[in-house]
């Protein structure tokens, strides 16, 4: 919480019953919103409560159905991304809107000069990015290539690039789902300095302990609506967690069970896939147990997944599921020998969206009996295998021929967990299992996970989600710059620790 | 004269110059399109066109740079054209680019048996003319090479300055590069990603149909059929060979006009022993040679040949 | 303006768009034909007499449209793997010069072992031009689509080569023209008397196999998985560079029949001008059929009608017959923007 708001109300930003259909879908059900100068109102929602749509209609991606958008008490011609821009509006997404091969200087002043000037001014509008810098103290290379920089700095990049426009209200997406806790308390900082001078902020976040520890006040969204609007100051984690999600959640409790022998081992692993790298990475799944991996994106979990899932070759030292060393790891031998593998991108790896429902359940396993003789596929098996999952997985589709592309996400990864689980894995890799899911499927997976445990199987649980792998982890482990700390047991961590540990610290005495 | 010895003459060094500019224009063309994120495969066809239009115009009385200048808007209506199709309706861009091609290289073939039906030796007209730079034509090797070339050449050369320029000093230009490396960006920028896409490939359709239009008024002095033969495809290759940069392709483009040049010399002095198909194939097979050396180290356009829609990730 | 996909396709849709499509293209034909002067209603009655109206215009269209079923199934096939095989053309002058090799009297086989010799012959031939550009974009990352264009102008020049050169005719009065192909190497008219040959009967019937490799097969289920998320297949587990590699064998072997069949069907000979084009042609047919076997059959009689139906307009009203080739590429892009339209639907804002 913070307290002593600066200067007097005064509204800056007003949503007047704005709404938005999809089809059947209510996006937005008359949201009704208003921004004071000077302070962060938070805009809590879980994924698919209308966050990211209202703000696209601010920004003139849609237009509403319904309603208006005042800014200064001035409307807000619809459907012109140009408008918000020229308000003064600006926004800092969640995936970072960078062109990776240019410069940083390029970046921010790519949209602020007229476009048929015969000359750009680069020494001036480099001298201007420099005293930003420095008075916000947001730390970054004006000709660095972002290709090179961390996340951390792009984001800086993408706070600059707005406050290059002169913005007088910023909007952060889920602005710290890439950050480690030690980053973004140093975000909140300079957001706390922002305010200061003048400028407003709306921060979008599904994580309660954020919104109170940023925010002055908090908008709530659940499935297109509006349900509160509080002062921060007087609420509780618990009041905020009923009104996001409409009920009380308990988290999943897993049983605590002995672990049987290792399915999965790794020993002093080596890899490397363009500029990251596995360093000796050391590694144990037991029957029965959930290992699970935290680290900032981009510190190496996605190579130790790459590698399980057969599609990355190790350079050194060993792989071995069930105690047998792996030597040509492939996708088709990982599936063969009973990993089950649930990609990090649904859309880019999991799914071939073109294809049918029925085509990307049995992909997987074309090759084997069940699904084709000489070569020649048993379409009648593999529909019968369809229908028994759509049933067992509650997918919702049209059918075993619908288009898997036009699936929600949630019933992709109904569909991807039925592929892999239907065959009794002995190890489970789940990376990133519930990213941008919703509630619902959220719960689902989570269920999945634990019932696999149950039936003895290992599981490998890749996520950047704190709280996900505390509520089902066994033990934890950290990655960090391609290296993997000790693992330790679930009772002997803490949210704090994690996060040292994620930004390097702490890593070699941890036991 | 041995092979050797070729190499110091200042025929040869002329005759690449002369080789490279039409490639040059279609280079730089080729360059502009993929740098906004579009590969346009309708190169050989639109240069064929630019080819056509510009010898027509001529033929028909207009003056030598109106020939020019209609063979530039052929070819920005041929690129409104694919970038249309292209940008907005995301269409494949293998297939309209191949699309385009077969209508350009066939609409000129049509019109000119609509304007001549029947003739036995093509028409002619009175091409460009050298035009020696004071001073300068005079110098050894480097005269002949560079300062006795007809005005078109020199064109070529101010443009690969121009379009350098452009597209590193220029805001329009950083939008075009913004737009072929992420669209996205460019867009939440307040950059209209089709409008750049689309006038990126009328400006580098434009370039394209002037390199046609040497052929017939700089190089040749009259239009007959296949002329432009494989040109355009050499182009993509000499963007690939210049990493997406206006001063490589240049010097792609003139290394490429000097072994065209010395092959043809060569064959002279070895044809009775080589065929001289093998010279002619050269151009082709160092091309290939010149994509697979390059294939490692290129930073391409990241958004190259893939459509943007708006609202999709 | 925004494109928003259709989660239902109607039927009607599926059809009509294609149909108005073609539509498109003759009014823009009409008006070019009138720039010379003669009346299109006139044109097109000729163009349709010329290509359906008798027997004979028939099977001279069946004849034409023969090569184009063998190249538009080539580029179908690679295409379904979105591996972008423009070479069409080479392959098929590859497979015309094995057929050549083999077939003019260095084999005295009997008919029934000769015509499948050199069926193979020229199948391997058209496989193995494409497998090198295959190679340098699975080993080097080589865009293939300028590999295949630049092979297609490398191999005429080598064919020219041969037929100066070593594959020349001695009898040939000077002509740079192959010998002939024996009498059992060549293949049997399908009508006694006319010019349409078996190689038809040969297209029609691969038409049918990569159309039962495309339902059925595993292979055909890997190059569809390869060509729409190359990522998604691998992680998968298939093999993509080898699905493209097998691809590419099957896709070159296709062009390679095409020459195959032209030489032992029709021409008895290999020349320079074997092919007009049939190598980029079979682009817009394999187009024009939504890349669907069966209909690449329907596609490549379309397409040939038109070909066959302007020469003979072009003898008989003195339009230009490349009014047919222009006619051709208007159909392909109109037809890729309707399909496009039948998938998505144009909202403005």
Same mark, same amino acid.
């Given at each position: 919480?913070?307290?002593?708001?600066?200067?007097?109300?005064?509204?800056?930003?007003?949503?007047?019953?704005?709404?938005?259909?999809?089809?059947? =879908?209510?996006?937005?059900?008359?949201?009704?919103?208003?921004?004071?100068?000077?302070?962060?109102?938070?805009? =809590?929602?879980?994924?698919?409560?209308?966050?990211?749509?209202?703000?696209?209609?601010?920004?003139?991606?849609?237009?509403?159905?319904?309603?208006?958008?005042?800014? #200064?008490?001035?409307?807000?011609?619809?459907?012109?991304?140009?408008?918000?821009?020229?308000?003064?509006?600006?926004?800092?997404?969640?995936?970072?809107?960078?062109?990776?091969?240019?410069?940083?200087?390029?970046?921010?002043?790519?949209?602020?000069?007229?476009?048929?000037?015969?000359?750009?001014?680069?020494?001036?509008?480099?001298?201007?990015?420099?005293?930003?810098?420095?008075?916000?103290?947001?730390?970054?290379?004006?000709?660095?290539?972002?290709?090179?920089?961390?996340?951390?700095?792009?984001?800086?990049?993408?706070?600059?690039?707005?406050?290059?426009?002169?913005?007088?209200?910023?909007?952060?997406?889920?602005?710290?789902?890439?950050?480690?806790?030690?980053?973004?308390?140093?975000?909140?900082?300079?957001?706390?300095?922002?305010?200061?001078?003048?400028?407003?902020?709306?921060?979008?976040?599904?994580? =309660?302990?954020?919104?109170?520890?940023?925010?002055?006040?908090?908008?709530?969204?659940?499935?297109?609506?509006?349900?509160?609007?509080?002062?921060?100051?007087?609420?509780?984690?618990?009041?905020?967690?009923?009104?996001?999600?409409?009920?009380?959640?308990?988290?999943?409790?897993?049983?605590?069970?002995?672990?049987?022998?290792?399915?999965?081992?790794?020993?002093?692993?080596?890899?490397?896939?363009?500029?990251?790298?596995?360093?000796?990475?050391?590694?144990?799944?037991?029957?029965?147990?959930?290992?699970?991996?935290?680290?900032?994106?981009?510190?190496?979990?996605?190579?130790?997944?790459?590698?399980?899932?057969?599609?990355?070759?190790?350079?050194?030292?060993?792989?071995?599921? #069930?105690?047998?060393?792996?030597?040509?790891?492939?996708?088709?031998?990982?599936?063969?020998?009973?990993?089950?593998?649930?990609?990090? #991108?649904?859309?880019?790896?999991?799914?071939?969206?073109?294809?049918?429902?029925?085509?990307?359940?049995?992909?997987?396993?074309?090759?084997?009996?069940?699904?084709?003789?000489?070569?020649?596929?048993?379409?009648?098996?593999?529909?019968?295998?369809?229908?028994?999952?759509?049933? #067992?997985?509650?997918?919702?589709?049209?059918?075993?021929?619908?288009?898997?592309?036009?699936?929600?996400?949630?019933?992709?990864?109904?569909?991807?967990?039925?592929?892999?689980?239907?065959?009794?894995?002995?190890?489970?890799?789940?990376?990133?299992?519930?990213?941008?899911?919703?509630?619902?499927?959220?719960?689902?997976?989570?269920?999945?996970?634990?019932?696999?445990?149950?039936?003895?199987?290992?599981?490998?649980?890749?996520?950047?989600?704190?709280?996900?792998?505390?509520?089902?982890?066994?033990?934890?482990?950290?990655?960090?710059?391609?290296?993997?700390?000790?693992?330790?047991?679930?009772?002997?961590?803490?949210?704090?620790? =994690?996060?040292?540990?994620?930004?390097?610290?702490?890593?070699?005495?941890?036991? | 004269?041995?092979?050797?010895?070729?190499?110091?003459?200042?025929?040869?060094?002329?005759?690449?110059?002369?080789?490279?500019?039409?490639?040059?224009?279609?280079?730089?063309?080729?360059?502009?399109?993929?740098?906004?994120?579009?590969?346009?495969?309708?190169?050989?066809?639109?240069?064929?066109?630019?080819?056509?239009?510009?010898?027509?115009?001529?033929?028909?009385?207009?003056?030598?740079?109106?020939?020019?200048?209609?063979?530039?808007?052929?070819?920005?209506?041929?690129?409104?054209?694919?970038?249309?199709?292209?940008?907005?309706?995301?269409?494949?861009?293998?297939?309209?680019?191949?699309?385009?091609?077969?209508?350009?290289?066939?609409?000129?073939?049509?019109?000119?048996?609509?304007?001549?039906?029947?003739?036995?030796?093509?028409?002619?007209?009175?091409?460009?003319?050298?035009?020696?730079?004071?001073?300068?034509?005079?110098?050894?090797?480097?005269?002949?090479?560079?300062?006795?070339?007809?005005?078109?050449?020199?064109?070529?050369?101010?443009?690969?300055?121009?379009?350098?320029?452009?597209?590193?000093?220029?805001?329009?230009?950083?939008?075009?590069?913004?737009?072929?490396?992420?669209?996205?960006?460019?867009?939440?920028?307040?950059?209209?990603?089709?409008?750049?896409?689309?006038?990126?490939?009328?400006?580098?359709?434009?370039?394209?149909?002037?390199?046609?239009?040497?052929?017939?008024?700089?190089?040749?002095?009259?239009?007959?059929?296949?002329?432009?033969?494989?040109?355009?495809?050499?182009?993509?290759?000499?963007?690939?060979?210049?990493?997406?940069?206006?001063?490589?392709?240049?010097?792609?483009?003139?290394?490429?006009?000097?072994?065209?040049?010395?092959?043809?010399?060569?064959?002279?002095?070895?044809?009775?022993?080589?065929?001289?198909?093998?010279?002619?194939?050269?151009?082709?097979?160092?091309?290939?040679?010149?994509?697979?050396?390059?294939?490692?180290?290129?930073?391409?356009?990241?958004?190259?040949?893939?459509?943007?829609?708006?609202?999709?990730? | 303006?925004?494109?928003?996909?259709?989660?239902?396709?109607?039927?009607?849709?599926?059809?009509?768009?294609?149909?108005?499509?073609?539509?498109?293209?003759?009014?823009?034909?009409?008006?070019?034909?009138?720039?010379?002067?003669?009346?299109?209603?006139?044109?097109?009655?000729?163009?349709?007499?010329?290509?359906?109206?008798?027997?004979?215009?028939?099977?001279?269209?069946?004849?034409?449209?023969?090569?184009?079923?063998?190249?538009?199934?080539?580029?179908?096939?690679?295409?379904?793997?979105?591996?972008?095989?423009?070479?069409?053309?080479?392959?098929?002058?590859?497979?015309?010069?094995?057929?050549?090799?083999?077939?003019?009297?260095?084999?005295?086989?009997?008919?029934?072992?000769?015509?499948?010799?050199?069926?193979?012959?020229?199948?391997?031939?058209?496989?193995?031009?494409?497998?090198?550009?295959?190679?340098?974009?699975?080993?080097?990352?080589?865009?293939?689509?300028?590999?295949?264009?630049?092979?297609?102008?490398?191999?005429?020049?080598?064919?020219?080569?041969?037929?100066?050169?070593?594959?020349?005719?001695?009898?040939?009065?000077?002509?740079?023209?192959?010998?002939?192909?024996?009498?059992?190497?060549?293949?049997?008219?399908?009508?006694?008397?006319?010019?349409?040959?078996?190689?038809?009967?040969?297209?029609?019937?691969?038409?049918?196999?990569?159309?039962?490799?495309?339902?059925?097969?595993?292979?055909?289920?890997?190059?569809?998985?390869?060509?729409?998320?190359?990522?998604?297949?691998?992680?998968?587990?298939?093999?993509?560079?080898?699905?493209?590699?097998?691809?590419?064998?099957?896709?070159?072997?296709?062009?390679?029949?095409?020459?195959?069949?032209?030489?032992?069907?029709?021409?008895?000979?290999?020349?320079?001008?074997?092919?007009?084009?049939?190598?980029?042609?079979?682009?817009?047919?394999?187009?024009?059929?939504?890349?669907?076997?069966?209909?690449?059959?329907?596609?490549?009689?379309?397409?040939?009608?038109?070909?066959?139906?302007?020469?003979?307009?072009?003898?008989?009203?003195?339009?230009?017959?490349?009014?047919?080739?222009?006619?051709?590429?208007?159909?392909?892009?109109?037809?890729?923007?309707?399909?496009?339209?039948?998938?998505?639907?144009?909202?403005?804002?």
């Amino acid at each position: 919480m913070i307290d002593g708001k600066t200067g007097e109300q005064e509204t800056v930003l007003r949503f007047n019953n704005v709404s938005k259909n999809f089809g059947p =879908l209510v996006a937005n059900d008359a949201i009704s919103l208003s921004l004071q100068r000077g302070e962060i109102l938070g805009l =809590l929602g879980e994924n698919g409560a209308g966050k990211t749509t209202l703000m696209n209609i601010l920004f003139g991606h849609y237009v509403a159905d319904g309603g208006s958008i005042e800014v #200064d008490g001035v409307a807000l011609p619809p459907g012109q991304p140009k408008a918000a821009l020229a308000q003064g509006i600006g926004m800092v997404h969640q995936h970072f809107t960078l062109a990776e091969n240019l410069t940083v200087l390029d970046n921010i002043i790519l949209g602020t000069e007229s476009l048929w000037r015969w000359r750009s001014d680069r020494t001036g509008a480099k001298a201007r990015i420099l005293a930003l810098i420095s008075s916000y103290g947001l730390k970054v290379s004006p000709d660095a290539v972002v290709a090179q920089l961390s996340v951390g700095e792009r984001q800086r990049v993408e706070i600059l690039k707005a406050l290059y426009r002169k913005v007088r209200i910023l909007i952060l997406d889920e602005p710290t789902a890439v950050l480690t806790p030690q980053e973004s308390a140093e975000l909140f900082h300079t957001l706390r300095a922002f305010v200061e001078k003048g400028l407003s902020i709306i921060f979008i976040s599904h994580k =309660l302990n954020e919104i109170l520890g940023a925010c002055h006040r908090v908008a709530v969204l659940r499935g297109g609506r509006k349900v509160a609007e509080r002062d921060v100051a007087g609420v509780t984690r618990e009041d905020l967690a009923e009104l996001m999600v409409g009920r009380l959640l308990s988290p999943p409790k897993s049983a605590a069970k002995l672990p049987g022998s290792m399915v999965l081992q790794l020993k002093k692993v080596t890899a490397r896939k363009a500029v990251l790298r596995l360093n000796a990475v050391d590694l144990a799944v037991c029957e029965g147990e959930i290992v699970g991996i935290a680290g900032v994106s981009g510190n190496g979990q996605g190579l130790l997944a790459d590698l399980v899932a057969g599609t990355l070759a190790v350079k050194s030292g060993k792989v071995l599921l #069930d105690g047998e060393v792996v030597t040509s790891a492939t996708p088709r031998t990982m599936v063969d020998k009973g990993v089950a593998r649930i990609p990090e #991108d649904r859309h880019a790896e999991g799914l071939v969206s073109d294809m049918s429902v029925v085509e990307n359940l049995i992909a997987e396993r074309l090759h084997t009996a069940d699904f084709s003789r000489h070569g020649f596929i048993d379409w009648k098996n593999a529909e019968r295998f369809a229908a028994g999952i759509i049933a #067992d997985y509650e997918v919702k589709c049209a059918g075993p021929a619908a288009r898997a592309g036009l699936l929600s996400g949630g019933n992709m990864q109904k569909l991807i967990l039925g592929r892999v689980m239907a065959h009794a894995p002995k190890l489970v890799l789940a990376n990133q299992p519930t990213r941008g899911l919703d509630v619902g499927a959220v719960a689902y997976v989570h269920e999945q996970l634990l019932a696999a445990r149950r039936r003895g199987a290992g599981i490998l649980l890749i996520s950047e989600d704190l709280d996900e792998l505390l509520a089902l982890s066994d033990r934890i482990c950290v990655m960090y710059r391609g290296s993997l700390s000790l693992a330790m047991a679930r009772t002997a961590v803490t949210i704090q620790k =994690l996060g040292l540990m994620m930004a390097g610290q702490e890593l070699d005495h941890a036991a | 004269m041995q092979a050797f010895e070729i190499l110091f003459t200042a025929s040869l060094w002329a005759a690449a110059i002369r080789i490279a500019s039409p490639l040059i224009f279609g280079t730089l063309g080729e360059l502009i399109c993929e740098r906004a994120g579009v590969l346009n495969l309708g190169i050989e066809g639109i240069m064929t066109a630019g080819a056509f239009s510009g010898w027509l115009t001529v033929f028909m009385g207009g003056d030598l740079w109106l020939g020019v200048l209609v063979a530039a808007l052929v070819g920005a209506l041929l690129g409104l054209l694919h970038g249309t199709l292209v940008v907005p309706l995301g269409l494949s861009q293998h297939v309209i680019g191949i699309g385009i091609t077969l209508l350009a290289t066939s609409l000129s073939y049509y019109a000119y048996r609509l304007v001549f039906p029947a003739v036995t030796s093509p028409p002619k007209i009175e091409p460009f003319q050298v035009w020696p730079v004071p001073g300068l034509s005079g110098l050894p090797l480097v005269g002949p090479a560079l300062f006795q070339q007809t005005p078109l050449t020199y064109f070529a050369f101010v443009m690969v300055g121009v379009v350098a320029w452009v597209l590193y000093r220029t805001p329009v230009g950083l939008a075009v590069r913004t737009v072929g490396e992420n669209p996205s960006a460019a867009e939440a920028q307040g950059i209209d990603v089709i409008r750049i896409r689309i006038i990126s490939v009328m400006a580098g359709s434009a370039l394209m149909g002037i390199g046609g239009s040497f052929i017939t008024l700089s190089a040749f002095n009259s239009f007959f059929f296949e002329m432009t033969n494989g040109r355009g495809w050499i182009c993509i290759a000499l963007v690939v060979f210049g990493s997406w940069r206006p001063g490589k392709a240049l010097l792609g483009a003139i290394l490429f006009g000097f072994f065209d040049a010395y092959q043809l010399r060569l064959q002279q002095l070895a044809g009775a022993v080589i065929p001289y198909q093998i010279f002619l194939m050269m151009p082709f097979v160092l091309s290939i040679l010149a994509l697979i050396v390059m294939s490692r180290r290129v930073a391409y356009p990241r958004a190259l040949m893939v459509p943007y829609r708006r609202g999709e990730r | 303006m925004r494109l928003e996909l259709r989660e239902h396709r109607p039927l009607w849709q599926n059809l009509a768009f294609p149909v108005l499509a073609l539509a498109f293209a003759s009014v823009v034909c009409a008006f070019l034909v009138t720039l010379s002067g003669a009346s299109p209603m006139q044109v097109f009655g000729l163009m349709v007499k010329g290509a359906m109206g008798t027997q004979f215009a028939f099977l001279e269209t069946l004849t034409r449209a023969t090569p184009l079923i063998f190249t538009g199934l080539a580029a179908a096939v690679a295409f379904r793997a979105k591996l972008w095989n423009i070479g069409a053309e080479a392959q098929l002058y590859i497979g015309a010069v094995m057929t050549v090799v083999m077939g003019t009297g260095l084999l005295p086989l009997p008919s029934a072992i000769l015509i499948p010799v050199l069926m193979i012959s020229a199948i391997l031939g058209g496989a193995l031009v494409l497998s090198v550009p295959t190679f340098l974009k699975t080993r080097f990352g080589v865009d293939e689509v300028v590999t295949t264009l630049l092979l297609n102008f490398i191999v005429l020049l080598f064919v020219s080569m041969l037929l100066e050169g070593v594959l020349k005719d001695p009898m040939g009065l000077g002509w740079p023209q192959s010998r002939k192909i024996t009498a059992d190497g060549l293949l049997p008219k399908l009508v006694q008397g006319k010019r349409l040959h078996f190689g038809f009967a040969v297209a029609i019937l691969a038409a049918m196999f990569v159309w039962i490799l495309d339902r059925r097969h595993v292979l055909g289920f890997e190059m569809r998985a390869v060509g729409h998320n190359a990522k998604a297949a691998h992680f998968a587990g298939i093999a993509v560079n080898r699905v493209l590699a097998k691809t590419a064998l099957l896709s070159g072997g296709l062009a390679g029949l095409a020459g195959w069949s032209e030489v032992t069907g029709l021409k008895g000979s290999l020349t320079l001008d074997l092919s007009p084009g049939f190598g980029y042609t079979g682009i817009v047919v394999a187009m024009l059929a939504l890349l669907h076997p069966l209909g690449v059959v329907a596609a490549a009689i379309f397409v040939a009608a038109v070909f066959v139906g302007a020469d003979a307009m072009s003898r008989a009203a003195g339009v230009p017959s490349y009014i047919a080739q222009v006619m051709v590429a208007v159909s392909l892009l109109s037809i890729v923007t309707a399909i496009m339209f039948t998938r998505y639907r144009m909202r403005w804002r």
